[in-house]
Nanobody
Framework: QVHLVESGGGLVQAGGSLRLSCAAF????????LGWFRQAPGKEREFVAA?????NYADSVKGRFTISRENAKNMVYLQMNNLKPDDTAVYYC??????????????????WGQGTQVTVSS
């Protein structure tokens, strides 16, 4: 059974940093597109970042967040710096079978984690 498990969320003050991790089980994700999405209270889930051979970022996180992957460990990471209260959300990792473009389209992803809470205080 394929599943993704996120970790690394928590409470941090504005301007601080967190590193999210996502471990993939049940499948080798080295040829998949991997992404991070987030959902704030009362809002729809939105794209944050994605990676295959290249990376793609939402405008709201460019220059602050960095996505990376470690295929040998079936892991994807999201380094988040200079966090803002607006970054508060549940963060989800996702995987898309195949493809070359790190798509921001949520419906194109096949597997999802359960999410990890990130709270940024002002």
């Amino acid at each position: 059974q394929v599943h993704l498990v996120e970790s690394g969320g928590g409470l941090v003050q504005a301007g601080g940093s967190l590193r999210l991790s996502c471990a993939a089980f049940g499948r080798t994700f080295s040829t998949d597109i991997l992404g991070w999405f987030r959902q704030a209270p009362g809002k729809e889930r939105e794209f944050v970042a994605a990676i295959y051979a290249t990376t793609n970022y939402a405008d709201s996180v460019k220059g602050r967040f960095t996505i990376s992957r470690e295929n040998a460990k079936n892991m994807v990471y999201l380094q988040m710096n200079n966090l803002k209260p607006d970054d508060t959300a549940v963060y989800y990792c996702a995987a898309r079978r195949g493809g070359l473009i790190p798509t921001p389209v949520m419906g194109e992803y096949d597997y999802w984690g359960q999410g990890t809470q990130v709270t940024v205080s002002s």
